[in-house]
């Protein structure tokens, strides 16, 4: 399998880098090692551990829930605007299936937006540029001033 990652894609570009992976489950902790290792020289204030859960969150949820006919990969970008840190992970499912569900206690499933929308400072989703759909969140105050 080719697994492709683009760190530097160029120096007027506010994208610190970018990772494309094939809708298998073992993309997720080669998602968390690849951004670990890439955002480590930007030295991120917040919390390197919890941007690793959330992109573990949302690459699961674009591995299980992205649709297409043809072969497709999951897209996860992530890009430094001023004083936050962005990340973006594309699939081909549709926007409107995004939703933040409030599981039962005992349902095994669920919780992944519940966790980003606790942790994160914002989040959204919507329309890919890519087509399909992209969920993104965001740190405030991921570097300082």
């Known amino acids: 399998m080719m697994y492709t990652v683009d760190r530097d894609p160029s120096p007027e570009s506010p994208r610190l880098g970018a990772m494309t992976l ?9 998602a968390r090692r690849w951004f670990q290792k890439f955002i480590a020289p930007h030295q991120p204030a917040c919390s390197v551990d919890d941007c690793t859960l959330m992109i573990s969150e949302l690459v699961t949820n674009a591995i299980l829930y ?7 990969l999951v897209r996860v970008e992530w890009f430094r ?5 962005r990340v973006d992970v594309h699939n081909p499912g549709f926007p409107v299936n995004v939703r933040l569900r409030h599981p039962d206690a005992d349902e095994a499933h669920g919780r992944g937006l519940l966790l980003v ?5 914002s989040w959204r989703s919507g329309p890919s540029d890519y087509g ?8 405030a105050d991921a570097w300082p001033d």
């Open 132 to 139: 399909g759909t992209v969920v993104s969140f965001v740190m």
């Open 117 to 121: 929308d606790a942790i994160a400072h």
């Open 81 to 85: 605007e001023e004083t936050t840190l």
């Open 22 to 30: 094939h809708p298998v489950p073992e993309s997720v902790p080669r």
């Open 66 to 72: 992205g649709r297409s006919d043809d072969s497709w």
